[in-house]
């Protein structure tokens, strides 16, 4: 008898010992396993040449993606969001040009990833579908080429992170370091009345525009991308912080789109409203 190697046998081993492990938990022999090929062990013992091989199962893909997804913190509802059911058809040319653009990123990702302009930004006009473009990016990224992204929703993240000062530093590292960091509605502005009228001012304190200067500082320098939605135009996130606004924008510039004009034509929540 050809003698094993050791390595190989005590694969073996441990393999059969975990399946009758999960058999005797689960109280039947006929557990229900995610991947029937493996039973879950993201391998299983083949043959190459006649000799009992360690075989790394396909399942290890979908395994890598679905854990992916869970580290993005996308919402379930926001992972069917594709390109292929963002509605362009009658709508105005803006919108058509930055689904054109968000495209067009992701098919040039691989190309720019470690260049300065290797970020995207959609600004503007609410309800226009900016959100929807960009975590069609960040699905097909997660999805399609296995690669991190994370993502922050800027009011909810700040209000969680209020909340948690113990999470905050290793979420902050989390934000600086990722892959690629998609934030959504950065300095989301709220509407006040004024004798002049009703104005939009910036939701920015000066320790949230601290906080988002050190992540977006820290992915200027070591060229890491960044996906921004936000209302505000590149002018208005510069009036906040010069120094913040900027390096978005040079980040960006590449794959710019600000969103204006009739509000009713170009958010989709107002569609059929009365004049």
Request: charged content about 25%; hydrophobic content about 35%; proline content about 2%.
């Given at each position: 008898m050809a003698t094993q190697n050791m390595?190989?046998?005590l694969k073996k081993l441990q393999l059969k010992a975990t399946q009758l492990q999960?058999?005797?938990?689960?109280?039947?022999?006929?557990?229900?396993?995610?991947?029937?090929?493996?039973?879950?062990?993201?391998?299983?013992?083949?043959?190459?040449?006649?000799?009992?091989?360690?075989?790394?199962?396909?399942?290890?893909t979908w395994r890598r993606v679905k854990r992916l997804?869970?580290?993005?913190?996308?919402?379930?509802?926001?992972?069917?969001?594709?390109?292929q059911n963002f509605k362009t058809g009658?709508?105005?040319?803006?919108?058509?040009?930055?689904?054109e653009c968000?495209?067009?990123?992701?098919?040039?990702?691989?190309?720019?990833?470690?260049?300065?302009?290797?970020?995207?930004?959609?600004?503007?006009?609410?309800?226009?579908?900016?959100?929807?473009?960009?975590?069609?990016i960040a699905n097909n990224l997660l999805q399609k080429k296995h690669i991190p992204v994370l993502y922050f929703p800027f009011v909810e993240g700040f209000g969680d992170l209020k909340d948690d000062f113990n999470a905050l530093e290793e979420k902050l590292e989390r934000m600086k370091t990722v892959d690629v960091l998609f934030i959504d509605d950065l300095f989301k502005p709220v509407t006040v009345p004024t004798k002049e009228g009703r104005l939009k001012k910036p939701r920015a304190t000066e320790w949230q525009v601290e906080q988002m200067y050190a992540v977006i500082n820290?992915?200027?320098?070591?060229?890491?991308?960044?996906?921004?939605?936000?209302?505000?135009?590149?002018?208005?996130?510069?009036?906040?912080?010069?120094?913040?606004?900027?390096?978005?924008?040079?980040?960006?510039?590449?794959?710019?789109?600000?969103i204006k004009g009739d509000r009713k034509q170009l958010n989709h929540r107002l569609v059929g409203a009365p004049n």
């Open positions: 390595e190989e046998i999960a058999e005797e938990l689960d109280g039947s022999a006929n557990q229900t396993y995610e991947c029937a090929k493996c039973k879950d062990q993201t391998g299983y013992i083949g043959f190459d040449k006649g000799k009992e091989v360690w075989i790394r199962c396909t399942c290890i997804m869970k580290s993005s913190e996308i919402t379930d509802e926001f992972k069917r969001l594709g390109f009658d709508k105005p040319d803006v919108i058509k040009d930055a689904h968000s495209r067009m990123y992701y098919q040039s990702f691989d190309s720019i990833k470690s260049n300065r302009n290797n970020s995207i930004a959609l600004l503007g006009q609410p309800g226009a579908g900016k959100t929807h473009l960009l975590m069609a820290y992915r200027y320098l070591n060229h890491l991308p960044v996906m921004v939605s936000s209302e505000l135009t590149v002018d208005e996130l510069c009036d906040i912080d010069e120094a913040l606004g900027t390096r978005i924008y040079q980040m960006c510039q590449d794959f710019t789109v600000v």
